[in-house]
């Protein structure tokens, strides 16, 4: 035991430590150090912290992981304390050797090295800054009430910031398969608390280095007098938030509406868009809100539609008002599941309709929500006059089929 701490203690006082890895945790009956008794791995890297070269401990329990960090000296005594009391393996990394011990359940110690001669290089990256899609540190997050003063995600909001990361994520990828031609112009309707949209906004601008014109679009004036005070304490250009429904959203404003809606923000951020729109979001829009936000799209001829639907109630509605069952809507639960793939599949079908190559997708994991579809419609070349037959007798036979009179999105046909 003293060989491989004194090997760890050399490669922390000569800059060699590149990594360790503790595993095989004793029993936990034998474990009497309780406040590890569900631990199950713990590993160890070099990190730059403000300056300073820290080590970087993941402890990784049965259901969750935390990360903390220590000095050389600490990180010695914290190793000191775990083997052999918690675990009976540990390997160290360094640059020049991989150094094994492993405790047998008597207590018996054996130390085997290995000359590395390959060349091995450190990661003093922070794993946290290096994986994130954007950046916590950005003042408007703190604003937004995500993060610290000091740029650091609150513990209430990791899952809702990973869900955002995942977001970016999914869009930058559907957008890269889109051609466009100079400034973007994206409408993300029903924005909400700005989550989602100020993301989007930070990717693409400063990550992408595209040339956007970003517009929220939310109902409740509070929000929208809020968000716009955040986008001009921050400085952020081509960007604004408008109060208006979905339905009611018209992207190319008069001149005095644009005043007003606009009045917090300063003469070099207001901006107006064309009668046109390039991408349209809508995530989470509640039942024919989506459907609203889709017929936007296909009006302004956007390249781009991503909807991530919410409640379908409308289909649902209408198929327990005619009462046609069949063997899978015959029971409740899958009536429910059956109405929102109808809802979507005719949204789908719609949008090929209008020339939109469709794909839908898992927006996020189903242990979170059930509600995770993404759908998702690139603009391509407008459909013959036989393929739009075909869709058309799609959508009636499906109609037919569940005892639907009328999709709220055919409304678009009138």
Request: charged share 30%; glycine share 4%; hydrophobic share 35%.
């Amino acid at each position: 035991m003293q060989k491989f701490i004194n090997k760890l203690e050399s490669s922390l006082k000569d800059g060699s430590f590149v990594k360790l890895t503790l595993s095989k945790t004793i029993r936990q009956q034998d474990n009497k150090t309780t406040s590890f008794a569900d631990l199950r791995n713990v590993y160890v890297k070099p990190i730059i912290l403000r300056n300073e070269k820290m080590y970087s401990f993941t402890y990784r329990y049965e259901r969750r992981d935390e990360t903390k960090n220590y000095d050389a000296e600490q990180t010695l005594d914290i190793i000191n304390q775990l083997v052999p009391n918690v675990f009976l393996n540990a390997a160290l990394f360094t640059l020049t050797e991989d150094v094994t011990i492993l405790i047998s359940k008597k207590g018996k110690a054996t130390v085997m090295t290995k000359a590395v001669k390959e060349q091995r290089e450190q990661n003093v990256e922070h794993d946290k800054v290096k994986n994130r899609l954007i950046n916590p540190e950005n003042p408007w997050w703190f604003k937004l009430g995500l993060t610290t003063r000091e740029g650091k995600v609150t513990a209430d909001m990791q899952h809702k910031f990973k869900q955002i990361c995942k977001y970016v994520e999914i869009v930058d990828g559907v957008m890269k398969n889109v051609k466009f031609d100079g400034k973007i112009r994206i409408a993300d309707m029903g924005a909400g608390k700005g989550y989602l949209t100020f993301a989007l906004y930070e990717y693409l601008t400063q990550k992408c280095k595209y040339d956007i014109a970003m517009e929220g679009v939310e109902i409740r004036p509070d929000l929208v007098a809020k968000i716009n005070e955040i986008i001009k304490e921050s400085d952020l250009k081509d960007f604004r938030f408008v109060e208006s429904s979905i339905e009611a959203y018209a992207c190319q404003q008069t001149t005095d509406n644009r005043q007003q809606t606009s009045s917090n923000l300063s003469d070099s951020q207001v901006f107006s868009f064309s009668d046109s729109i390039d991408v349209l979001i809508a995530l989470h829009a509640c039942n024919t809100a989506t459907d609203d936000a889709i017929i936007k799209g296909i009006e302004s001829g956007a390249k781009l539609i991503i909807c991530a639907p919410c409640c379908h109630k409308q289909i649902r509605q209408e198929m327990e008002k005619s009462k046609v069952v069949d063997a899978i809507t015959r029971y409740g639960i899958f009536m429910e599941r059956q109405a929102v793939m109808i809802t979507d599949t005719i949204r789908a079908l719609i949008l090929e309709y209008f020339g939109y190559k469709t794909q839908v997708m898992e927006f996020i994991e189903m242990e979170h929500t059930p509600k995770n579809v993404l759908l998702v419609g690139r603009k391509a070349g407008e459909p013959s006059v036989e393929e739009k037959a075909s869709i058309l007798k799609e959508i009636n036979n499906l109609k037919e089929r569940y005892g639907i009179e009328k999709h709220y999105l055919e409304k678009i046909f009138i």
